[in-house]
């Protein structure tokens, strides 16, 4: 899980809320819905599967209330969107982290 430099500190609990909708703090940046990276995302942060998380976000959508987060084609497109923006999270591998993002926590 990274975050722009620029973002405090979050929790697990906070990332999942974010991504799952229920939180607008920060700007969520997910990686491409088919990825086995997105899948292992929410899994582990927000112990949801795919099906679970489209029909989480489908729901959301419907009300009008906010759009699902956007997606991206993988980590280094991940970490270069959060680095651009000053209120985005997202979740990349390790391999791509350096120092234009920030180092929330690791899932495994």
């Known amino acids: 899980m990274i ?6 500190t979050l929790t697990k609990e ?11 703090a920060f700007t969520p940046i997910d990686q491409n ?3 086995a ?3 292992d995302f929410y899994k582990k942060a927000g112990g949801r599967d795919v099906a679970q998380v489209k029909a989480t976000w489908s729901r959301i ?4 209330k906010r759009q699902a987060p956007r997606q991206v ?3 280094a ?9 000053p209120k985005a999270v997202g979740y990349v591998d390790k391999s791509v982290v350096d120092s234009s993002v920030k180092v929330l926590f690791s899932l495994d």
């Open 3 to 8: 975050a722009n430099p620029a973002v405090g």
């Open 14 to 24: 906070q990332v999942a809320d974010l991504f799952l909708g229920k939180s607008q």
């Open 61 to 64: 959508v419907f009300s009008g």
């Open 33 to 35: 819905e088919g990825s």
């Open 77 to 85: 497109a991940v970490k270069k969107a959060v680095a651009a923006d």
């Open 37 to 39: 990276a997105y899948a």
């Open 73 to 75: 084609a993988d980590s």
